[in-house]
T-cell receptor
Framework: GAGVSQSPSNKVTEKGKDVELRCDPI?????LYWYRQSLGQGLEFLIY????????KSGLPSDRFSAERTGGSVSTLTIQRTQQEDSAVYLC?????????????FGEGSWLTVV | RKEVEQDPGPFNVPEGATVAFNCTYS??????FFWYRQDCRKEPKLLMS???SGNEDGRFTAQLNRASQYISLLIRDSKLSDSATYLC?????????FGKGTTLSVSS
């Protein structure tokens, strides 16, 4: 597709379960970002991938969160042992290059609810 | 001090009004600046980039003051469709930092 694609669009999981969220960036975009947005809150930076460089993981809130990007394209965000405070929309974005002046385009998000 | 600060609003204005949003950022090494728009339960979308010389796109004008680390967005002749949350975004290093947004509600 032409835009950033995320799946699942909605996920309800039980507390303590692991979840995987997938992001397929725009073709040709080398930079990929994950953000989290809780209800009524701003966007919280989680992790950033740029080409073959080591990812910037400085925003991951705990070691229960991890992300991979395989082959420089698709990325998976994994949350282990989910907690209720993990409930949020997880937004993936991509850009042609890094964040220096390039527009980033967001997917529609994966809405996660932990019950 | 938060990295990117915005007045959360809400700003409630009538159609046709002019409204201005302000944003301050803390990292003096910031290199890129944007305004994004986010509709309720939707993803953010780029409204406009912000350049040092200031720039205009139709009814929207953005300005940057690097010395004061301040960004502004001016909306003239507000439309009902302008109702949304406006996010100030600053790039420094590897990622973009988003403000929490300013909510605008335009009424008829």
């Amino acid at each position: 597709g032409a835009g950033v694609s995320q799946s699942p669009s909605n996920k309800v999981t039980e507390k303590g379960k692991d979840v995987e969220l997938r992001c397929d960036p725009i073709s040709g975009h080398t930079a990929l970002y994950w953000y989290r947005q809780s209800l009524g809150q701003g966007l919280e930076f989680l992790i950033y991938f740029q080409g073959n460089s080591a990812p910037d993981k400085s925003g991951l809130p705990s070691d229960r969160f991890s992300a991979e990007r395989t082959g420089g394209s698709v990325s998976t965000l994994t949350i282990q042992r989910t907690q209720q405070e993990d409930s949020a929309v997880y937004l993936c974005a991509s850009s042609f290059q890094g964040a220096g002046g390039n527009t980033i385009y967001f997917g529609e998000g994966s809405w996660l609810t932990v019950v | 001090r938060k990295e990117v600060e915005q007045d959360p609003g809400p700003f409630n204005v009538p159609e046709g009004a002019t409204v201005a949003f302000n944003c301050t950022y803390s990292n003096s090494a910031s290199q890129s600046f944007f305004w994004y728009r986010q509709d309720c339960r939707k993803e953010p979308k780029l409204l406009m980039s912000v350049y040092s010389s200031g720039n205009e796109d139709g009814r929207f004008t953005a300005q940057l003051n690097r010395a004061s680390q301040y960004i502004s967005l001016l909306i003239r002749d507000s439309k009902l469709s302008d109702s949304a949350t406006y996010l100030c975004v600053v790039g420094a290093g590897t990622a973009l930092i988003f403000g929490k947004g300013t909510t605008l509600s335009v009424s008829s």
